[in-house]
């Protein structure tokens, strides 16, 4: 993201959004029925939590609106901002669970299943992914043999998005090798804009910059020891990780900002310094997702005002290709389980796919839906990209970790890859505070 770009506002302001919402409706979040097929849902309600928040909650309701006409029922979103384990899991100790749950982190769907929060998806919903997705995608969705989470967005995250203006002006084209990628930022820098723009304000960013150096450079088998802590943080490979990125983030020309810029920098203000309206850099990385805000929130048009390149290969390595996603699960001490499952199953097919592909910012995986659904050739062309990669995909490694080390504001990886950002003089250092973490998070 994360992944999908989850992890958009503080988590205590999200942690009272949705304590909000669970006990009363809220006015302006509710979605209802308009004009119904069948109303076999009339009357009865299902809260939603997710990270999403601005163009993509905007984006995510006009698919529960829809669900609504089809059924009649009135379905609630509410965000849980970047700490979803912990506002979620807060709110089912406390009684007063959602109904389903899109969670952005496959660590965070294991432990939500293993601590029995989960009810296992329908026989429907199961046959549905069978049909209508690959293989690999149920597999991260499974837990100890069951099927909990349903992936209905998912992102391709080794983009590289770029604008044309900068790089014309700067005489360079898009770079295909981690080197040529650093020269590039450099000319685009002497040419007067600094090169990337960096969003440092949280850190799931940083875990992506990171995920696909890894990758590239150090292999596939590596990846997947790496995910699985089978081998430490403190491995020559992630120091070797570690140097290589140290090298974008220690040049001030090559990052908006400097460091401490960045760390003031969230994810939204990344893309707006580059396609804004007062630009403050050339590039910016992140998943296709950025092309939702180039749209939506920024009003500039995807492949001709913005554009992207794949993330380049480093060192003899390939192109990485990194995907995540955001799983809709069901929660067994919900109120309505069962109109909550009829959700999880609307969300399996291309109908529901279809609407936000048309609105833009959102990758499907499920193949049958139509290529020709998305807004625009360049979100065609990454959706084409991540669902034909097959074997080739590595899940976004921080998704794939317990939420202590992999996804909490502050803490784990996001808070000592900031803290790297911020200083990257010592990758040996920063790989022992990855370690310590990593180690205390797979324990517990």
Known sequence: MSRTPRRRTAAASGALALGLALTATACGGTTGPASSKNQELKGQKITVAGVWTGVEQKNFKKVLDAFGEKTGATVNFVSTGDNVSTVVGSKIEGGNAPDVVMVPQVGVLKQFAEKGWLQPLSANVYDKAGINFAPVWRDYGSVGGKFYGLYFKASHKSTVWYSPEAFDTAGVTPPKSWQALLKTGRTVADSGLPAFSVAGEAGWPLTDWFENVYLSQAGPENYDKLAAHKIPWTHPTVVKALTTLGKLFK????????????????????????????????????????????SGQFKKKV???????????????????????????????????????????YLATPEAAEIWAKAGGFISPNEKLDPGSYADATSRRTAQSLVKAGDSVRFDMSDQAPAAFGGTQGAGEWKALQDFLRDPSDPAATAKKLEAAAAKAYKD
């Open 251 to 294: 040049d001030k020309n090559l990052v908006a900002g400097g460091g401490s810029g960045a760390l003031r920098t969230d994810f939204p203000e990344s893309v707006e310094q580059v396609f804004g309206n007062s630009p403050k850099a050339g590039m910016v990385y992140e998943g296709d997702f950025v092309g939702g805000l180039i």
């Open 303 to 345: 492949g001709t005002d913005a554009k992207f390149f794949p993330f380049p290969a480093v060192d003899q390595g390939k192109a990485p290709v990194v995907g995540g996603g955001d799983a809709a699960a069901v929660l067994k001490d919900g109120k309505n389980p069962k109109a909550a499952m009829k959700l999880v199953e």
